[in-house]
């Protein structure tokens, strides 16, 4: 038993003595390469923010819509009829757990700094509705006692810089004014936010809503259905449309409010998806890289371990802990910076944070990836053989194919050296070059978004915005207003414009309709593929709609305009960022008279370098309404910050790799600085040896990468596009001088990186680098 102990013990005090002799060893590694590994830690952190901000924007819960909806117990289904429907029957049909209204809605004008805004007014009671049920932010609900009160929807309220007691005078269609007052400011799910979701939403009471329309025939019922399973929208949508006949204007549906909630999150989300996976790919191997790069740089140390007694699970365990801990450490920093930056910098747009689930597997799968990057080279490092003496020159073989150009060209022989050396270890060389050409193609796939938001701003006319303003007639007719727009010397013409809202064929829900200039005379949409309308009874429509509706180029589509029917055939598909691209656009004369005159609008095309504010000034002057187009470019601004991040996030990637390159060049060729100075080298030369070796590797990652970049990046954007329903298209490849400029910095980058530490060596002297 005292034998047993004893043994136990010394095993005990021998384990304890090893650990602490592999952590104070794993320190002093750590010490003496303090830049590297904090490169290792920045880029790993980087990444894993990237995937967490991805994942928070793409995750469902994300979607402002969501939380909305949930908190207010919103309609999945509202149906507008022209009177009160039946709603005994349906609260009747299958699948509905609750009815909200029917509610009593009006148009009406706002004026607001002398223009006049079109807002809906939308009755309700003065007790808050258990369904569909406004969230009040700001002020109070309405109140019997003040019939004068209104409660604005907040981002309609946010884009007329509106608050709680503020006047809020509303003209009816008869063109009488009241002067009401705002109680309060509320969000609602059952809507989409404002101006991207028109017109703005008011709530009244019944008493003021007929105050403001006393006509019966000018209002609409607007009537909300809750259902028990959101899966059986379309089938619930068919049976009241069924139902109530041809009582239906139109019908929209939950699925359109959290549409227009989330294009820009998921574009941004997908974008951020993309680089971040890529680059999980470039950190694992920039982490191999490394960690293989300090196994060979320490072959002496980790064979004097070995003779000394550290077993092979012992080496890999302690090469495995030092640089896995780097890994483990970016991390962290990464799950705490993604969870800080969707909190507070991305406060507006994510309102519920990403659930346990994803979290846990971009941590869990993240580490995985590091770890096994790290235990590969850390299990070959295990197996070195325990000799002292190993030997640190690099493996020796033939003359390879560059080498031998460059002697057949007679380069000097410091590049020839170079040249040489530059893939003496095929398995080093590989990984260095993938690890820099995978960062730089992401680089230059991030100009293509780049370059592509350029076209946008500079090119509005190819996204659909060949008009920069929308004129409305307010209180003028359509006829006073064009004579007005026209006499502008700035305006070379006027489309005349109608946006409806039409029932799909087999009227599950409503899609926008554009009737933009005559069939003769066509608004220059930007069509893609097929031709522009030419004829009455011809369309043209965005990807999304033909998605939607399973539609070719050529096929006829029958849809329903407040119950008048509309058959089209579609001749062309254009760029459509407006309503996930759910839009159908054709001339205003195949159009039903009643839904034709007057026109809604005018769309102006300004001549060449007019400014557009200027204009819009001058025809407020006017009495016209006139707003101007909002580019997507605009919208998507954050991208550009996006880009700009990543793009240093890969650049720290790419030089972890090169400092483990150049270290790895140094160490090889330790031994041979003292030759090539006994030679006559001067130290010049010595470090154009050295920063050869390492260059032609790196520039042929970055030559590659940059290459593959521009040949991806209009097909991966054309892709993105067609998917969020705007349409393949839109995709432009980085500028030639943008894609040189960025292969010149990156290569002048690639040079420097590894002239820092050549220049160091070439520095030392003889004895001291043959010792």
């Not at 009177?83 to 009406?108: E, I, K, M, Q, W």
């Not at 404002?194 to 209002?219: F, I, K, Q």
């Not at 307010?474 to 109608?498: H, I, K, N």
Request: overall charge positive.
């Amino acid at each position: 038993m005292i034998t047993g102990v004893g043994v136990v013990t010394g095993v005990g005090v021998i384990t304890g003595v090893g650990v602490r002799a592999e952590v104070r060893w794993v320190r002093a590694d750590l010490r003496a390469r303090r830049g590297q590994a904090l490169l290792t830690v920045i880029a790993v952190a980087g990444i894993v923010t990237a995937l967490i901000t991805a994942a928070t924007l793409l995750e469902d819960g994300t979607n402002p819509w969501r939380g909305l909806f949930e908190r207010g117990r919103g309609a999945h289904v509202w149906i507008h009829t022209k009177g009160a429907p039946n709603v005994p029957a349906l609260r009747a049909l299958g699948g509905v757990t609750d009815v909200a209204g029917p509610y009593r809605s009006a148009p009406a004008t706002l004026a607001d700094h002398g223009r006049k805004v079109p807002i809906a007014l939308q009755e309700t009671t003065a007790a808050l509705p258990s369904v569909a049920r406004p969230l009040l932010r700001e002020g109070r609900w309405l109140d019997a006692l003040h019939p004068d009160g209104v409660v604005v929807e907040q981002s309609f309220a946010k884009a007329l810089g509106l608050h709680p007691g503020s006047p809020f005078p509303v003209t009816g269609l008869n063109g009488a004014t009241h002067t009401l007052t705002v109680a309060g400011l509320a969000e609602s799910g059952d809507q989409g936010f404002y101006p991207e979701w028109t017109p703005g939403l008011a709530w009244t009471l019944s008493s003021t809503l007929t105050m403001v329309e006393p006509a019966p025939g000018r209002t609409e019922t607007v009537t909300g259905l809750r259902l028990a399973d959101a899966g059986y929208t379309d089938i619930v949508v068919q049976q009241a449309v069924i139902t109530l006949r041809n009582q239906v204007q139109r019908v929209s549906t939950w699925r359109e409010v959290r549409a227009s909630m989330e294009l820009d999150n998921r574009l941004l989300g997908l974008l951020l998806a993309l680089f971040g996976l890529a680059g999980l790919v470039a950190a694992a191997l920039a982490v191999a890289n490394a960690t293989g790069g300090r196994v060979l740089t320490q072959l002496r140390d980790i064979a004097t371990l070995k003779s000394l007694g550290f077993t092979r699970e012992q080496v890999t365990r302690m090469l495995v802990a030092e640089h896995g801990t780097l890994g483990l450490l970016g991390i962290a920093l990464g799950l705490v910076a993604g969870r800080v930056i969707t909190a507070y910098a991305l406060s507006d747009t994510v309102v519920v944070p990403l659930s346990s689930g994803p979290f846990v597997a971009i941590a869990a799968g993240t580490a995985l990836v590091v770890l096994v990057a790290v235990w590969l080279p850390a299990w070959r490092g295990g197996a070195t053989p325990p000799i002292p003496a190993a030997p640190a020159a690099p493996p020796h073989g033939r003359l390879s194919r560059l080498a031998r150009v460059a002697l057949l060209v007679r380069l000097p022989p410091a590049l020839v050296l170079g040249a040489r050396d530059a893939f003496t270890r095929p398995a080093s060389a590989v990984l260095t070059l993938t690890g820099v050409a995978i960062p730089m193609m992401m680089i230059t796939i991030g100009l293509g978004c780049w370059a592509t938001l350029d076209g946008f701003s500079r090119h509005p006319e190819q996204v659909g915005q060949a008009a920069a303003l929308s004129v409305r007639p307010g209180d003028l007719t359509a006829s006073e207003a064009l004579v007005r727009v026209m006499a502008d010397p700035d305006v070379v013409t006027a489309y005349p414009g109608v946006e409806l809202d039409a029932l799909v064929p087999w009227q599950t829900r409503t899609v926008r309709t554009r009737a933009l200039g005559l069939s003769s005379d066509p608004y220059p949409f930007p069509v893609v593929e097929g031709r522009m309308f030419r004829d009455r009874g011809e369309a043209v429509a965005g990807q999304g709609l033909l998605d939607l509706l399973g539609l070719r180029i050529g096929d006829r589509v029958r849809m329903t305009i407040g119950g008048t029917p509309l058959i089209v055939k579609i001749v062309g598909r254009v760029i459509e960022p407006e309503q996930d691209g759910e839009v159908l656009s054709f001339g205003v004369d195949s159009l039903a008279a009643k839904d034709a005159r007057p026109p809604q609008f005018y769309s102006l095309v300004l001549r060449p370098g007019a400014d557009a504010a200027e204009v819009r000034a001058r025809l407020q002057s006017q009495a016209l309404e006139v707003d101007q187009a909002v580019n997507p470019a605009d919208r998507l601004s954050v991208i550009r910050v996006i880009i700009v991040a990543l793009v240093a996030v890969l650049a720290l990637i790419g030089l972890a790799n090169l400092l483990t390159a150049s270290a790895l060049g140094l160490r090889d060729h330790l031994l041979d600085l003292a030759v090539l100075k006994a030679m006559g080298l001067t130290p010049r030369q010595v470090m154009a040896t050295l920063v050869t070796g390492t260059g032609l590797v790196a520039m042929a990652g970055v030559v590659l990468g940059g290459a593959a970049g521009a040949f991806l990046s209009k097909g991966l954007i054309d892709l993105e596009g067609r998917g969020s329903g705007v349409g393949a298209g839109i995709g432009r490849a980085p500028t030639p001088g943008m894609l040189a400029g960025a292969l010149l910095v990156a290569i002048g980058a690639t040079l420097l990186v590894a002239l820092i530490p050549a220049r160091r060596a070439a520095r030392a002297q003889v004895p001291v680098t043959a010792r």
